[in-house]
Nanobody, 124 residues
């Protein structure tokens, strides 16, 4: 069964940190780019971070640049999103997605597999 499963969400205070994980199964992990998206209350889903299938390139949304770090562990077929200095605006459901198609990393339509999401809530 082809799937990605997120974990690691929770409630954290302003300025705190969380580490999200995305476990992939049923497909060749190193053949896919991995991205994290998020959808806040009343907002559209937006791209947060992306890492290439080779692990040598990453991109970030402007509003998380310098605070979030995306990484991947090929041995465990898992990707991570380290989130530091969290703000209330980071409150959202965070989704992991995988794709083989080339193109702008923030385009939702280019992704083949999506997880169910994990809730991140930042309190002030």
């Amino acid at each position: 069964q082809l799937q990605v499963v997120e974990s690691g969400g929770g409630l954290v205070q302003l300025g705190g940190s969380l580490r999200l994980s995305c476990a992939a199964s049923g497909f060749t992990f190193d053949g896919y780019d991995i991205a994290w998206f998020r959808q806040g209350p009343g907002k559209e889903r937006e791209g947060v971070a992306w890492i290439s299938r080779y692990g040598d390139t990453s991109h970030y949304a402007d509003n998380v640049q310098g605070r979030f770090i995306i990484s991947r562990d090929y041995a465990k077929s898992t990707a991570h999103l380290q989130m530091n200095n969290l703000k209330p605006d980071d409150t959202a459901v965070y989704y992991c997605a995988a794709r083989t198609t080339w193109g702008n990393w923030y385009l939702l339509s280019l992704y083949d597999y999506w997880g169910q999401g994990t809730q991140v809530t930042v309190s002030s």
